[in-house]
């Protein structure tokens, strides 16, 4: 099974700032299917980037994900207030579907 | 606009049962995988599982398999999971969500607000 790696575990940044989160992987990601999803406190995961770089609906271009094979980024180029969450990746190409560990983005 | 509501949880001794409910419009429903997802408190997410458009196919985490049966009715454009032999561990927010469903794998689009589940004595 996949073992996913998100690092850091907690980033505490400034509005402003940029953010770059990592997500590593035991294994290789095929077709680039990795996912990013924001979590805000009481809230419901958002799905923010798929395939590896693609927003989704609605996502502001601030939020760029980039990578493949086993390593990925998600970058936040100026983070504003609304920015601060917890972000989780998943690879989608493969069952059963498995999460990081997740990112906590905070001021 | 997809709009997912569940419903259906509350507080349950261990060893009871519980139905969750989740309610979907804006979408066509029955034209798409459905799954639930779940965060226990303080933690992070884990799938729980996944149901095929028509309901033929069903897949589960191990920790639920023979304990949790999820159901959809097209007709009526909703989901459930049926939680039986609940234990302290099921303790989470469940969250249902509209399940882009690929040959291998799924991507959760869309996802409802969640309704939490406390398993305790």
């Not at chain 1, 990578?67 to 190409?93: H, K, M, N, W």
């Not at chain 2, 304990?67 to 234990?87: C, E, H």
Request: net charge neutral; aromatic share 12%; charged share 15%.
């Amino acid at each position: 099974e996949i073992v996913l790696t998100q690092s850091p575990g907690t980033l505490s940044l400034s509005p402003g700032e940029r953010a770059t989160l990592s997500c590593r992987a035991s294994q290789s990601v095929s077709n680039n299917y990795l996912a990013w999803y924001q979590q805000k406190p009481g809230q419901a995961p958002r799905l923010l980037i798929y395939g590896a770089s693609s927003r989704a609906t609605g996502i502001p271009d601030r939020f760029s994900g980039s990578g493949s094979g086993t390593d990925f980024t998600l970058t936040i180029s100026r983070l504003e207030p609304e920015d601060f969450a917890v972000y989780y990746c998943q690879p989608y190409d493969r069952s059963p579907p498995t999460f990081g560990q997740g990112t906590k983005l905070e001021i | 606009e997809v709009h997912l509501v569940e419903s259906g949880g509350g507080l349950v001794q261990p060893g009871g049962s519980l139905r969750l409910s989740c309610a979907a419009s804006g979408f066509p429903f029955s034209a798409y995988w459905m799954t639930w997802v779940r965060q226990a408190p303080g933690k992070g997410l884990e799938w729980v599982a996944n149901i095929k458009q028509d309901g033929s196919e069903k897949y589960y985490v191990d920790s639920v398999k023979g304990r949790f049966t999820i159901s959809r009715d097209n007709a009526k454009n909703s989901l459930y999971l049926q939680m039986n032999n609940l234990r302290a561990e099921d303790t989470a927010v469940y969250y249902c969500a509209r399940d882009l469903h690929y040959t291998s794998g799924s991507l959760f689009q869309h996802w409802g607000q969640g309704t939490l589940v406390t398993v305790s004595s």
